[in-house]
């Protein structure tokens, strides 16, 4: 049997920090900055498919304009044409009641496995496209709650052991 296709979805604050300026940066967030790097200098040779969700392009766009960094949409343009066709922007997963899995259940089984994520919809939302997604093989965030949470990790291996899905890793690019 072959290898899975990695499939990668980009939590936000990943995607912000692979197409942000070093120099507007605090110290703390430069080595987040230099990890983002690496992981988009990693991906883009790699055959692989990386997704950003719609909600996710929400927030960028809304981080951009709302802070005066119309520059992070122009790196999402370069970052496009970087990786090309492997890149796939505005991902939204098919909603049909012919599905083989509800999209209200897997956010709902979230929601109750760390009602943090109550309190941050966008990153709920997020984090159920990449377990939704059938092809899904890895999400990347710098979100904390969603990186140490078990009940976080313990619903998302068995979302997918239900619906008979390959294994979600959720990594994370950590502050040192």
């Known amino acids: 049997m072959g290898q899975q296709p990695l499939v990668?979805?980009?939590d936000t604050s990943v995607l912000i920090f692979m197409l942000e300026r070093r120099y507007n940066l605090k110290d703390y967030q430069k080595d987040l900055f230099n990890q983002a790097k690496k992981l988009r200098r990693n991906l883009s040779r790699m055959n692989c498919t990386v997704k950003i969700s719609i909600v996710a392009l929400g927030?960028?766009?809304n981080i951009a304009l709302k802070n005066d960094r119309i520059y992070l949409i122009e790196n999402l343009?370069?970052?496009g044409r970087e990786f090309g066709e492997k890149l796939k922007t505005c991902y939204s997963p098919r909603?049909?009641?012919?599905?083989n899995i509800e999209f209200h259940n897997v956010v709902a089984r979230l929601l109750q496995s760390d009602k943090r994520l109550i309190y941050?919809?966008?990153d709920a939302l997020i984090l159920a496209f990449a377990v939704y997604d059938e092809e899904a093989t890895r999400f990347y965030t710098t979100d904390s709650s969603i990186l140490i949470s078990k009940g976080i990790r313990n619903e998302i291996e068995?979302?997918?052991k239900d619906y008979g899905y390959p294994?979600?890793?959720i990594s994370g690019l950590h502050a040192r």
Request: proline share 4%.
């Open 95 to 99: 909603l049909c009641s012919k599905c």
């Open 59 to 61: 927030e960028l766009t």
């Open 158 to 160: 068995q979302i997918r």
């Open 167 to 169: 294994e979600l890793i």
């Open 8 to 10: 990668v979805h980009l």
């Open 120 to 122: 941050n919809p966008a």
């Open 77 to 79: 343009r370069q970052l």
